[in-house]
């Protein structure tokens, strides 16, 4: 089994007809770095910022920030970096003392950030003097409205402003937004012309779109990423991302999902980020399939009234290029 996962990784990532394709691998903490280079990623795509909350209470200082993001930016240099501002609340880390009543619908994420601007101004800061070598990205959690990306981009500015006339050395992020409440879907026109790319995050897409909670045992045969509801989501969000000429990547558990992708590459999509280790699987199906059958059976799932349906069009069509 080793040596058909080196196999793969060498293989390049393409379709069968050529196109090319990039994967990328979701971290929680540096020490995964190895896993990265060992199956053929390009880089990272996703790192979970949060993981770095002390106690899961505490947010660590600017300096500490510092060097754990310019550790991992110089070992993976030229390779992208996307660091994803702390994503803290919901049902993640607590970061308050206040109980809320429905924690995935309160504090959380960017809204947090915003609100505590000693949290947002160090994460940022921290960032922008690690990213001497130019490969960190700037990714943004639980985005709902353009004002919210508005306030990060002018905190951001501010501080290059600041660095920059300090005479400090860095290089300025892209910066990206993710995808995971349907209400940035429904605005997908107008934030794919503001950022520098999105980032497609299908768990909580699900959770948000079908009112389950990712975490509630009792409900989980109701969390189903194939619902027409996500599937057209995911059409809608891709399709004005290359429209509008702005990177997609997914970066949910979807892209785990080797039934998932004649649906995805067939919306457009070509760069997925997931844990390393499911790389070599996904790859190994996506060199199976071509394009414009790809196409063809995405146009015939958004038609399709249920999971169930759009499974099974999947499962058949994966049986048949095997
Ligand atoms: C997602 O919501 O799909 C995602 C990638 O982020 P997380 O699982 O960390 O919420
Ligand atoms: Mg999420």
Redesign the pocket.
């Known amino acids: 089994i080793e040596a058909d996962v080196c196999r793969l990784s060498d293989a390049p990532a393409q379709t069968r007809c050529g196109t090319p394709l990039h994967f990328y691998s979701n971290i929680d903490f540096r020490e995964e770095l190895q896993s990265v280079q060992s199956v053929g990623s390009e880089g990272v795509g ?1 790192f ?1 910022s949060e993981n770095l909350f002390i106690d899961n209470t505490k947010a660590p200082q600017e300096h500490e920030q510092q060097a754990y993001y310019r550790e991992m930016a110089e070992a993976l240099h030229p390779a992208p970096l996307v660091i994803r501002l702390f ?1 803290i609340g919901g049902d993640k880390l607590i970061y308050s003392s206040i109980s809320e009543p429905n924690p995935n619908l309160g504090w959380r994420g960017i809204r947090i950030l915003i609100d505590v601007p000693e949290i947002l101004d160090s994460q940022l800061l921290a960032i922008l003097k690690a990213n001497t070598g130019g490969n960190i990205q700037v990714l943004l959690p639980m985005i709902s409205s353009i004002e919210e990306i508005r306030h990060i981009r002018s905190a951001l500015d501010r501080h290059i402003d600041h660095l920059k006339s300090a005479g400090i050395s860095f290089r300025e992020p892209l910066l990206g937004a993710m995808i ?1 409440i349907p209400a940035a879907v429904l605005i997908i026109e107008e934030i794919t012309k503001i950022v520098d790319f999105i980032s497609i ?4 897409l699900t959770q948000y779109t079908l009112a389950v909670d990712r975490n509630n045992e009792i409900v989980q045969d109701l969390f189903e990423k194939f619902h027409p509801a996500i599937v057209r989501q995911l059409h809608t969000i891709i399709s004005a991302a290359n429209r509008n000429k702005c990177r997609v990547s997914l ?2 558990d979807m892209g785990s999902d080797p039934l998932a992708m004649p649906f995805l590459l067939g919306c457009g999509l070509r760069e997925f980020s997931v844990v390393s280790s499911d790389i070599p699987e996904i790859k190994s199906t996506c060199r199976l399939l071509d394009i414009e059958s790809s196409e063809k059976i995405a146009q015939e799932c958004l038609q399709l009234d249920s999971a169930q349906k759009i499974k099974s069009r999947l499962q058949r069509f994966l049986g048949q290029v095997k």
Not at 201 to 204: F, H, K, P
């Open positions: 996703l979970r994503d995971e995050g299908t768990n909580d970066c949910g």
